[in-house]
């Protein structure tokens, strides 16, 4: 029987569907992703599709939502740490506590 880590729970299915088998490549994708966002709006706006208030509301919204991920990101990170020292703490006193009886 395998036991079920933190690095196991990361590792999702759906995740694997997309073809991203660690959170560090889907990390690195979403920065990818917001680069080349960016490059097709000013692209836009070179060619006049868009005015700058328009690209200027994009572009705004884009980093808004790339700055958002990564600051989820941040706190889930810290949250898994601090579950995962909470879990291994409450392990280690039942197993001590197992012992003195």
């Known amino acids: 029987m395998q036991v079920a880590t933190m690095k196991n729970l990361r590792r999702t299915e759906p995740m694997a569907r997309?073809?991203?088998?660690?959170?560090?490549?889907?990390r690195r994708q979403n920065t990818r992703g917001?680069?080349?966002l960016v490059k097709?709006?000013?692209r836009l706006r070179k060619d006049g599709v868009?005015?700058?208030d328009g690209f200027s509301e994009l572009v705004k919204?884009?980093?808004a939502a790339s700055i958002e991920a990564?600051?989820?990101?941040r706190v889930e990170r810290g949250l898994e740490l601090k579950v995962k020292k909470v879990l291994e703490d409450?392990?280690?006193r039942g197993y001590?506590?197992?012992l003195q009886k």
């Open 96 to 98: 001590l506590l197992s």
């Open 40 to 42: 097709y709006l000013i």
């Open 34 to 36: 917001f680069l080349n």
């Open 18 to 26: 997309f073809g991203f088998h660690t959170v560090e490549q889907l």
């Open 61 to 63: 919204r884009a980093a």
């Open 70 to 73: 990564k600051i989820a990101d």
């Open 90 to 92: 409450k392990i280690r």
């Open 50 to 52: 868009l005015d700058d």
